[in-house]
């Protein structure tokens, strides 16, 4: 999709592309205690995998490590790629092309709302509730992975912000 633009200086037209946003989620799993989900603090409303938009010169392992710490208040450690989710409806608000990974948290026993969180809990994988955007369907995902079928992308390389 493109929209025309002014040059400020010339007024020649030029052409701009909308292209997707480039967004992380994260997939947080400890065996004993289930799923983090938030339930989000901004439309769409709901509960949510913890994610969010990935910043103009961030790497995509570097804003799902912030993103898991802004919304849940867990320091995790990713172990691997689940899949790219592009579906241009898959977030109400704009086209979004989401790098999910997979993550088990450090520190479990502190996790707490913050950011964009009202809440956030641990789930078990059998008592979900609703979920917004196409959380759903990344979970049914992940439970491939978990309970045999389906594997997940290896992660090689540690992440060190360059």
């Known amino acids: 999709m493109k929209k025309e633009l002014k040059c400020p200086k010339c007024g020649t037209t030029v052409e701009k592309y909308r292209n997707p946003t480039p967004t992380v989620d994260i997939v947080i799993y400890e065996r004993e205690r289930g799923i983090v989900l938030v339930d989000r603090k901004n439309p769409p409303y709901g509960n949510a995998l913890p994610g969010g938009f990935i910043d103009e010169g961030e790497s995509a392992e570097h804003a799902a490590l912030r993103e898991a710490f802004e919304e849940t208040n867990l320091r995790v450690k990713l172990t691997g790629l689940l899949g790219v989710y592009s579906d241009p409806t898959r977030d109400p ?38 979920l917004v955007f196409d959380h759903a369907k990344i979970l049914a995902d992940f439970k491939g992975v978990l309970y045999g079928g389906r594997h997940a992308a290896g992660l090689t390389t540690p992440w060190e912000k360059k």
Request: proline share 8%.
């Open 93 to 130: 608000r704009q086209h979004t092309i989401s790098t999910v990974y997979i993550a088990e948290p450090l520190n479990p026993e502190q996790l707490r709302a913050g950011d964009d969180a009202a809440k956030v809990a641990f789930y078990s994988m059998e008592a979900l509730p609703s």
